[in-house]
């Protein structure tokens, strides 16, 4: 039997391993997270991707977790609604048509689990030498092992491109345009409704999730290209970007290395403590507050302060002066204030 080896699990990689493996391939794919990934956004599904879902009988499955919102809002900077709908929303289109909308997480979670195909979590492939009867792959941890054919679907930063064809420089083309997404509880009390908000060149959107119990948060906002960043150095680098229209603050009042940060929509109307914390970031002093200036910057000082933080082995000794705590003022009152 031929055999072929897919990098990344996600969307596209588990998609080929199903029709793959159905085809009578032995697949394997290698996936670096250590299990399939959570987080994200919501994907849709429509067109020709419903005829797809459908045929790999994966639909009902699928439409069960779907998303299921009643319309949206935009709101400025300052949280004033500028536009609603209950007949759409920005991300899932029309709400009366047969298109869905579920979260990446159970994308990826129902392809793991409807396909007949070895998954090596934790892994990543450093090398590829293309022979005579196939391709050796050289793993970070697993050895060598020789495959007919090897497929890059390993995203934007895509290990198999970058090994097979240079670097991803040559290839990748900057918009100008970073995205930031989270999950956070739901501290907004959004009852299937999505806020999004605006302000110059930032902003994002909100929406509930799993019965209204968690929010998916993106912050977006514009910038020259900045230097490749550790997970933790990018959450200190979002954290830091006091800009109006998503304000971070440490949360007050709560323990070393669980500190929190504190997001707001519209200068500081609403506020939750969102993201993984981590323990390098509750050693931040708490009221040094970064002068304005451009994310580049920023995103060196960040890496600076990391880098000194790896090489610390004191534990976590900033004591974080409570602040004053702010009112919770929704944009048009009620519950599901929109
Ligand atoms: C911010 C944002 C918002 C989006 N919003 C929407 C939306 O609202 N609606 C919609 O339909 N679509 C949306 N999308 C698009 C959708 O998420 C993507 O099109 C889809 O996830 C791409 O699938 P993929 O399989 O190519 O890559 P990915 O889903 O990125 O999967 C790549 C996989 O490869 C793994 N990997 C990476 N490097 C390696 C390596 N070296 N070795 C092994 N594994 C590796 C990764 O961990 C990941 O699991 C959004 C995308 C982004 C980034």
Redesign the pocket.
Same mark, same amino acid.
């Given at each position: 039997m031929r055999n072929i080896l897919i990098?990344? +699990?996600? =969307? +596209? /990689?588990?998609?080929l391993a199903w029709f793959l493996a159905r085809a009578g391939w032995a697949v394997t794919v290698?996936? %670096? +997270?250590p299990g399939? $990934?959570t987080g994200?956004? +919501?994907?849709? =599904? %429509?067109g020709a991707a419903l005829d797809v879902v459908d045929r790999m009988g994966l639909g009902e499955r699928m439409r069960a977790v779907r998303t299921r919102m009643r319309g949206m809002s935009m709101v400025d900077g300052a949280g004033q609604e500028l536009f609603r709908s209950e007949e759409r929303t920005f #991300?899932?289109g029309r709400l009366d048509s047969d298109d869905f909308?579920l979260l $990446?997480d159970d994308? =990826?979670a129902i392809l793991h689990e409807a396909t007949d195909a070895e998954y090596v979590f934790g892994?990543?492939?450093t090398a590829l030498t293309e022979e005579a009867h196939g391709v050796r792959v050289e793993f970070e941890h697993g050895g060598t092992r020789t495959f007919d054919l090897v497929i890059g679907?390993?995203? &934007?930063? #895509?290990? =198999?491109r970058r090994l097979t064809f240079g670097p991803e420089e040559r290839f990748v083309r900057h918009l100008g345009q970073y &995205?930031a997404?989270f999950p956070a509880p739901n501290f907004l009390g959004l009852e299937d409704w999505q806020v999004w908000f605006r302000h110059e060149e930032t902003g994002g959107v909100a929406y509930p999730v799993r019965d209204n119990t968690e929010l998916r948060v993106?912050l /977006?906002f514009g910038s020259e290209p900045l230097p490749r960043l550790t997970v933790p150095e990018q959450k200190r680098l979002i954290a830091d970007s006091r800009q109006a229209s998503f304000e971070w603050e440490l949360e007050p009042g709560r323990k070393c290395g669980r500190l929190g940060h504190r997001f707001s929509l519209g200068a500081g109307r609403r506020t939750a403590e969102p993201p993984a914390p981590d323990a390098a970031d509750s050693r931040r002093p708490r009221n040094r507050r970064p002068r304005r200036r451009g994310m580049e910057r920023r995103a060196a000082t960040v890496r600076a302060q990391s880098s000194r933080l790896r090489h610390s082995d004191s534990g976590c000794r900033a004591r974080h002066p409570r602040r004053p705590r702010r009112s919770r003022r929704r944009t048009t009152g009620g519950r599901t204030p929109l």
């Amino acid at each position: 039997m031929r055999n072929i080896l897919i990098s990344g +699990a996600g =969307v +596209a /990689g588990g998609t080929l391993a199903w029709f793959l493996a159905r085809a009578g391939w032995a697949v394997t794919v290698v996936e %670096r +997270a250590p299990g399939p $990934r959570t987080g994200g956004q +919501a994907i849709d =599904v %429509r067109g020709a991707a419903l005829d797809v879902v459908d045929r790999m009988g994966l639909g009902e499955r699928m439409r069960a977790v779907r998303t299921r919102m009643r319309g949206m809002s935009m709101v400025d900077g300052a949280g004033q609604e500028l536009f609603r709908s209950e007949e759409r929303t920005f #991300s899932s289109g029309r709400l009366d048509s047969d298109d869905f909308e579920l979260l $990446r997480d159970d994308v =990826v979670a129902i392809l793991h689990e409807a396909t007949d195909a070895e998954y090596v979590f934790g892994d990543s492939i450093t090398a590829l030498t293309e022979e005579a009867h196939g391709v050796r792959v050289e793993f970070e941890h697993g050895g060598t092992r020789t495959f007919d054919l090897v497929i890059g679907a390993d995203g &934007l930063h #895509s290990a =198999v491109r970058r090994l097979t064809f240079g670097p991803e420089e040559r290839f990748v083309r900057h918009l100008g345009q970073y &995205l930031a997404i989270f999950p956070a509880p739901n501290f907004l009390g959004l009852e299937d409704w999505q806020v999004w908000f605006r302000h110059e060149e930032t902003g994002g959107v909100a929406y509930p999730v799993r019965d209204n119990t968690e929010l998916r948060v993106t912050l /977006g906002f514009g910038s020259e290209p900045l230097p490749r960043l550790t997970v933790p150095e990018q959450k200190r680098l979002i954290a830091d970007s006091r800009q109006a229209s998503f304000e971070w603050e440490l949360e007050p009042g709560r323990k070393c290395g669980r500190l929190g940060h504190r997001f707001s929509l519209g200068a500081g109307r609403r506020t939750a403590e969102p993201p993984a914390p981590d323990a390098a970031d509750s050693r931040r002093p708490r009221n040094r507050r970064p002068r304005r200036r451009g994310m580049e910057r920023r995103a060196a000082t960040v890496r600076a302060q990391s880098s000194r933080l790896r090489h610390s082995d004191s534990g976590c000794r900033a004591r974080h002066p409570r602040r004053p705590r702010r009112s919770r003022r929704r944009t048009t009152g009620g519950r599901t204030p929109l």
